[in-house]
């Protein structure tokens, strides 16, 4: 499986900028899909980013032109620059990644980590 460690968040003003690190350990070569999710407070996680093995990326509606997730193979890491934050981001952020790997398909998660943006 692999292991997820996130880092970079923290508390923003409104019009800021963070960004998002996520270091993947175990067995990289079977991912996928890496992304990223959010969880705000009282509602549902919910997909933000998310970069195929392939170089394909999807945004949700609410961050695109705002946020960019890349990816760098050779760290073994994803990033999520984000940009122009408002108040509605503020939510605990979750690195994922899937693997389709026949026979033995799995998802991990990081274990979160908090942005905030208050004036």
């Known amino acids: 499986q692999v292991q997820l460690v996130e880092s970079g968040g923290g508390l923003v003003q409104p019009g800021g900028s963070l960004r998002l690190s996520c270091v993947a350990s175990g067995t990289i070569s079977r991912i996928n899909v890496m992304g990223w999710y959010r969880e705000a407070h009282g509602k549902q996680r919910e997909l933000v980013a998310v970069?195929?093995?392939?170089?394909?990326?999807q945004y949700a509606d609410s961050v695109k032109g705002r946020f960019t997730i890349s990816r760098d193979n050779a760290k073994n890491t994803i990033y999520l620059q984000m940009n122009s934050l408002k108040l509605e981001d503020t939510a605990v952020y979750y690195c994922n990644v899937e693997s389709f790997y026949p026979g033995d398909p799995f998802t991990s998660w990081g274990q979160g980590i908090q942005v905030t943006v208050a004036s």
């Open positions: 970069h195929s093995s392939t170089g394909v990326t």
